[in-house]
């Protein structure tokens, strides 16, 4: 049956925000602390401010394009929205601030104007605003009112200024006409018999000319006259009502708004960095791969069997791996089969050596030749687990040592013998062992030796070893310690992307908190030898009953 990834993902974004507020929801307490220390912040930050108040003025400027007042003087650009944005620059600038300094007798410099004074337009109405800032609510409507007066008063001004200039230079050409005029005229007065033709022609043109300048100097004079200031309606401003700064009640919801945000995020990130696999759900989702099955914890007798496979078959941890050996022969079918399974887990501690054992027993019950072999050359934790000799072994196996020296046989009460393959020879530098063709001699002539074969490898995160591992496996089996930062498992899950060889599944492994647990401590530095077990005469081993003293390095979830 097809599934719709936008409805999966939907469903996940559904179930990732009813997590989040149930983690909030825990969480309220801290929350609240938090939301009423910044709120509190808020509220001393705002009295500490100074008072100010603010007031705003509208002028609706005159269309410049409508008037030649400035036509001659290049004070018009083309585009109407530019002439309104330098007006507002205009309107702070040094002249006009100047102005206004005067209008207000003097009790503010100019730049102290400047600062207190914002000027914005919009090209969209011809409009410029005013903003100014005072400590009183009358002064900051008084400087904002000075200002618009200066800058019309300094339009005008210019204005006026601009026209009388212009005006000036026609008065001097309409003089210059006239006077060619009456010249013209007193020429053809006193010209005998028909009149010149082109005395005739040069007294029409400058009367021409005359007529079209004086047309010119009146234009001027009525576009002076309305366009004035270049305010076409004024809005002054009022004083406020309250004060824009401070406002206690706006900062306390600021502040509190602001502390909720920052508490729910390190709630937030605490939890996804401190997050951990308490259920045997929850590795699922990080993972990507089902869960294969789930170990309970079970106590360790007085005798310190640690083998329930073995030991207590009917017994809770002996049925789960039981379980687990079905749903690894499954999920190995679902991947077009395989005889090689490595099991691996992401950190020291999580129990892979004890599950990696107790899965090889399980699965011999079934009569099949099963093989399990210690490919933790630096820990050897199997090989002391089933207490055999340390070599010959893995590391042998690339050589030309017989597979039949290197396996040793261990009996169970009348099923097929379990052969377990020691960690080998101690290694100068493991990780190239399992990078080059030795160990993958060592596999295939495994794969012919056993139906199926177990390789305890070491942690993913703490050597490359398990990675060149699982690089020449058919199969990976991870294995999730109960407590397991989820982080972790992450990593984890891209350091075996990267491998490329089918993961099955997961197993969780709640064996850990008791007084008295197999397995032992990681000391991925250096290797320390352990001394050999000794060998039975006939070859063949019982499945020993590991008595430990409460301080061995040997724990069960290993």
Not at 186 to 214: H, Y
Not at 439 to 451: K, Q, Y
Not at 502 to 521: A, D, E, H, Q
Request: proline share 5%.
């Amino acid at each position: 049956m097809e599934t719709d990834p936008t409805a999966d993902t939907r469903a996940d974004f559904a179930r990732s925000g009813r997590s989040l507020l149930t983690l909030l929801a825990r969480r309220w307490h801290l929350l609240l602390v938090v939301t009423i220390l910044f709120g509190t912040a808020g509220f001393l930050f705002a009295s500490l401010q100074s008072t100010l108040y603010s007031s705003s003025a509208t002028m609706l400027l005159n269309d410049p394009g409508s008037t030649s007042v400035f036509a001659d003087n290049n004070r018009v650009a083309g585009d109407p929205s530019r002439y309104v944005r330098t007006q507002a620059r205009y309107v702070i600038s040094t002249e006009v601030l100047t102005t206004a300094r005067s209008l207000l007798h003097n009790r503010l410099t100019v730049d102290q104007l400047r600062d207190r004074v914002k000027a914005t337009s919009s090209d969209q109405l011809n409009q410029v605003s005013v903003t100014a800032t005072d400590p009183t609510a009358e002064g900051a409507a008084t400087v904002v009112n000075a200002v618009c007066q200066a800058y019309r008063q300094t339009v005008r001004n210019l204005t006026q200024a601009n026209a009388k200039v212009t005006t000036d230079e026609l008065d001097q050409t309409i003089a210059t006409l006239r006077g060619r005029i009456s010249d013209l005229d007193e020429q053809l007065k006193s010209s005998e018999g028909p009149a010149d033709p082109s005395l005739s022609a040069a007294r029409q043109a400058a009367a021409t000319q005359l007529l079209t300048l004086q047309s010119r100097a009146d234009e001027i004079a009525v576009d002076t006259a309305t366009y004035g200031d270049g305010v076409q309606m004024f809005e002054q401003a009022n004083p406020p009502n309250a004060p824009v700064q401070p406002r206690p009640l706006r900062a306390v919801v600021v502040g509190a708004f602001l502390g909720l945000l920052l508490a729910a995020g390190a709630v937030w990130w605490r939890d996804e960095f401190r997050r951990k696999a308490d259920e045997k759900q929850d590795p699922a989702a990080i993972l990507g791969v089902p869960l294969l099955g789930d170990v309970p914890e079970f106590a360790v007798s007085s005798d310190g069997r640690a083998l329930p496979a073995a030991r207590e078959p009917m017994s809770p941890a002996g049925e789960a791996y039981n379980f687990l050996v079905e749903s690894i022969g499954f999920a190995l079918a679902a991947e077009g089969g395989g005889s090689v399974v490595a099991v691996t887990s992401a950190r020291p501690g999580d129990g892979k050596t004890v599950t990696a054992l107790n899965l090889a027993i399980a699965m011999a019950r079934d009569d099949r030749k099963v093989a399990v072999v210690d490919g933790d050359e630096r820990m050897r934790g199997l090989t002391g687990l089933a207490d055999v000799s340390h070599e010959p072994g893995l590391s042998d196996l690339g050589g030309d040592v017989p597979v039949s020296a290197a396996v040793r046989h261990l009996d169970l009460d009348g099923a097929e013998a379990l052969d377990v393959v020691a960690a080998g020879t101690a290694l100068d530098d493991p990780a190239s062992f399992f990078r080059t063709g030795r160990f993958r001699r060592a596999v295939g002539r495994l794969r012919i030796h056993a139906d199926v074969v177990i390789v305890d490898s070491p942690p993913l995160l703490a050597a490359s070893d398990a990675a060149a591992i699982a690089s020449q496996a058919d199969a990976v089996v991870l294995v999730v310690g109960r407590g397991t930062p989820l982080r972790v498992l992450s990593e984890a899950r891209h350091r075996l992307e990267f491998v490329g060889t089918p993961v099955l599944g997961y197993v969780f492994n709640r064996s850990v908190g008791s007084k008295r647990r197999y397995g032992y401590s990681y000391g991925y530095g250096r290797h320390t030898a352990r001394p050999a077990a000794m060998v039975a005469p006939a070859g063949r081993h019982r499945i020993p009953d590991q008595r430990l003293s409460e301080g061995s390095e040997v724990e069960a979830n290993q």
